[in-house]
């Protein structure tokens, strides 16, 4: 009905069996309504509150629609029950609104719902999803802690001054919001889509680690979660976000997806933000062998190495709608990270990302066949001058390879003898000698001796520091050394070099 009531509705403890049509109705008083019983459709669409409404302890058994509804003064659903749909819709609260404990037991939906002052929520629970979408929080301060076991949606809403959000719930929605000035959102078990955000001032999205407990004590129940597996707080796009003004912290950002996001190189990370991992199997049954090494990588990576052609087992398969990114895109976003890292002088996280731009840079469709085979041998002697072991492995081998050749063919058969040939004038006088060495000559016999091993190994050391051991050797032991004097101090200065990106602050 659209009754205009003049003076104070009094429907406390009223037990409405059937539907109760307050549509368009205009309340120029208080309109109490706490401790009703709505048996069915409990309609207030397009009502208009001028005094104070109390909806505190009132229960809704079907839907509760109060869609386009104004509350010009305070309104009250204080441990309201909306054991049906609640439909928000459009409403407009021109003063505080408080949800404290309600239970929202099915869908709930606040879209486009105008929020002039405080938003209220503290302890409610929303058993199905919520919907905020388009909702506009003009000087909200605190909203939650609440709890939603569905998908609670914030996308296309706006936040008009400095807020705090605190959430627990299955996922959260966050696409195209739009935030005016700071903001701290604190969560528990979600999973966070905040692709498209806009925002100028500095904005924290962080993980609680303890249960939210409201003033004087009172926990937000967490009942809903029961077989949830940890209350981690995972990242799952911060694609089109200016990342700025982000501070990210203690959040799992394997599975989320950079590729698109503006200074990425300023983003902050704090706490335990973890990535996803290579996978760090070996794959033997394939040739050539293939063994990935632990380190961070980007779930992009994931997706864009899963959709090769022979694919190794462990890479992630992309979801359905996370688009495609590779190397050509990736590598800018491992090297914005880098950098990020770099600035927040975490030096061995940013070798990680280093590793993965090169990667990409390596796989990548626009350069040319010479740069990717200097970047190929790069990797395959060095890991890009970040894994020591490879490099030790390699000067290991080359060592073994210089003594086995210096025995096979350098070492001469043995040391020459300097030789002395002068000539005595017929009437005595000073006698000149000419003191030469002959050439070495190639071995035969047993090359293979612990005396040619001990010599060959001397020449071998001492090639790796650039360093001449004065061994006689023959022609070919001769260029053999000068190729173990090249490449082996080059091998150890990777090794080392690798060992320092790893360990330097």
Same mark, same amino acid.
């Given at each position: 009905?659209?009754?205009? @009531?003049? &003076?104070? +509705? *009094?429907?406390?403890?009223?037990? /409405?069996?059937?539907?109760?049509? =307050?549509? !368009? $109705? #205009? %309340?120029?008083?208080?309109?109490?309504?706490?401790?009703?019983?709505?048996?069915?459709?409990?309609?207030?669409?397009?009502?208009?509150?001028?005094?104070?409404?109390?909806?505190?302890?009132?229960?809704?058994?079907?839907?509760?629609?109060?869609?386009?509804?104004? @509350?010009? &003064?305070? +309104? *009250?659903?204080?441990?309201?029950? /909306?054991?049906?749909?609640?439909? =928000?819709? !459009? $409403? #407009? %609260?021109?003063?505080?609104?408080?949800?404290?404990?309600?239970?929202?037991?099915?869908?709930?939906?606040?879209?486009?719902?105008?929020?002039?002052?405080?938003?209220?929520?503290?302890?409610?629970?929303?058993?199905?999803?919520?919907?905020?979408?388009?909702?506009? @929080?003009?000087?909200?301060?605190?909203?939650?802690?609440?709890?939603?076991?569905?998908?609670?949606?914030?996308?296309? $809403?706006? %936040?008009?001054?400095?807020?705090?959000?605190?959430?627990?719930?299955?996922?959260?929605?966050?696409?195209?919001?739009?935030?005016?000035?700071?903001?701290?959102?604190?969560?528990?078990?979600?999973?966070?889509?905040?692709?498209?955000?806009?925002?100028?001032?500095?904005?924290?999205?962080?993980?609680?680690?303890?249960?939210?407990?409201?003033?004087?004590?009172?926990?937000?129940?967490?009942?809903? %979660?029961?077989?949830?597996?940890?209350?981690?707080?995972?990242?799952?796009?911060?694609?089109?976000?200016?990342?700025?003004?982000?501070?990210?912290?203690?959040?799992?950002?394997?599975?989320?997806?950079?590729?698109?996001?503006?200074?990425?190189?300023?983003?902050?990370?704090?706490?335990?933000?973890?990535?996803?991992?290579?996978?760090?199997?070996?794959?033997?049954?394939?040739?050539?062998?293939?063994?990935?090494?632990?380190?961070?990588?980007?779930?992009?990576?994931?997706?864009?190495?899963?959709?090769?052609?022979?694919?190794?087992?462990?890479?992630?398969?992309?979801?359905?709608?996370?688009?495609?990114?590779?190397?050509?895109?990736?590598?800018?976003?491992?090297?914005?990270?880098?950098?990020?890292?770099?600035?927040?002088?975490?030096?061995?996280?940013?070798?990680?990302?280093?590793?993965?731009?090169?990667?990409?840079?390596?796989?990548?469709?626009?350069?040319?066949?010479?740069?990717?085979?200097?970047?190929?041998?790069?990797?395959?002697?060095?890991?890009?001058?970040?894994?020591?072991?490879?490099?030790?492995?390699?000067?290991?081998?080359?060592?073994?390879?210089?003594?086995?050749?210096?025995?096979?063919?350098?070492?001469?058969?043995?040391?020459?003898?300097?030789?002395?040939?002068?000539?005595?004038?017929?009437?005595?006088?000073?006698?000149?000698?000419?003191?030469?060495?002959?050439?070495?000559?190639?071995?035969?016999?047993?090359?293979?001796?612990?005396?040619?091993?001990?010599?060959?190994?001397?020449?071998?050391?001492?090639?790796?520091?650039?360093?001449?051991?004065?061994?006689?050797?023959?022609?070919?032991?001769?260029?053999?050394?000068?190729?173990?004097?090249?490449?082996?101090?080059?091998?150890?200065?990777?090794?080392?070099?690798?060992?320092?990106?790893?360990?330097?602050?």
């Amino acid at each position: 009905m659209s009754a205009i @009531f003049k &003076s104070h +509705a *009094e429907f406390d403890s009223a037990i /409405f069996k059937s539907h109760a049509g =307050f549509m !368009s $109705a #205009t %309340f120029e008083g208080a309109a109490k309504f706490m401790l009703a019983t709505f048996g069915g459709f409990g309609r207030f669409r397009s009502a208009i509150f001028k005094s104070r409404a109390e909806f505190d302890l009132a229960i809704f058994k079907d839907t509760a629609g109060f869609e386009s509804a104004t @509350f010009e &003064s305070r +309104a *009250e659903f204080i441990s309201a029950v /909306f054991e049906g749909a609640a439909d =928000f819709t !459009s $409403a #407009t %609260f021109e003063d505080d609104v408080k949800f404290w404990s309600a239970a929202f037991e099915h869908e709930a939906g606040f879209e486009s719902t105008v929020f002039q002052r405080g938003a209220g929520f503290k302890l409610a629970t929303f058993k199905g999803d919520a919907s905020f979408e388009s909702a506009t @929080f003009v000087n909200a301060v605190q909203v939650g802690p609440l709890a939603c076991a569905g998908l609670l949606v914030l996308s296309g $809403a706006v %936040f008009g001054g400095p807020v705090t959000l605190s959430f627990a719930a299955r996922r959260l929605e966050c696409r195209r919001t739009r935030w005016s000035s700071t903001a701290e959102i604190r969560l528990r078990y979600a999973t966070v889509d905040f692709a498209h955000a806009v925002f100028e001032y500095p904005l924290t999205i962080a993980a609680e680690p303890d249960p939210f407990v409201f003033t004087g004590g009172r926990q937000l129940s967490e009942d809903l %979660f029961a077989n949830a597996p940890d209350p981690g707080v995972r990242m799952a796009s911060l694609r089109g976000v200016d990342a700025a003004h982000l501070v990210l912290a203690d959040l799992d950002l394997s599975g989320c997806l950079f590729a698109g996001t503006v200074h990425l190189d300023q983003l902050r990370l704090e706490g335990a933000c973890t990535f996803d991992t290579a996978p760090p199997t070996v794959h033997w049954r394939r040739w050539p062998p293939v063994r990935f090494t632990a380190r961070r990588v980007l779930a992009e990576e994931h997706h864009w190495r899963a959709s090769q052609p022979g694919a190794a087992r462990g890479w992630n398969v992309a979801v359905l709608g996370a688009g495609r990114a590779g190397p050509l895109q990736l590598a800018p976003v491992y090297r914005a990270l880098r950098k990020a890292f770099e600035d927040g002088k975490h030096e061995p996280g940013a070798a990680d990302f280093y590793y993965g731009e090169m990667e990409m840079r390596r796989h990548a469709d626009d350069i040319p066949h010479s740069e990717r085979g200097l970047l190929t041998a790069y990797w395959a002697l060095s890991g890009y001058g970040l894994r020591a072991s490879r490099s030790l492995a390699w000067l290991g081998a080359a060592m073994i390879a210089t003594v086995v050749l210096l025995m096979a063919f350098g070492l001469a058969q043995d040391a020459p003898k300097q030789t002395a040939t002068g000539t005595v004038p017929a009437g005595g006088g000073k006698i000149t000698f000419d003191i030469d060495k002959g050439d070495p000559h190639n071995p035969t016999g047993d090359r293979f001796s612990g005396v040619r091993f001990e010599k060959a190994l001397n020449v071998t050391l001492n090639s790796v520091v650039f360093r001449s051991s004065g061994q006689d050797l023959t022609t070919a032991g001769t260029y053999i050394e000068m190729t173990s004097r090249l490449t082996e101090p080059v091998l150890l200065g990777l090794a080392v070099l690798a060992i320092r990106n790893r360990i330097k602050r």
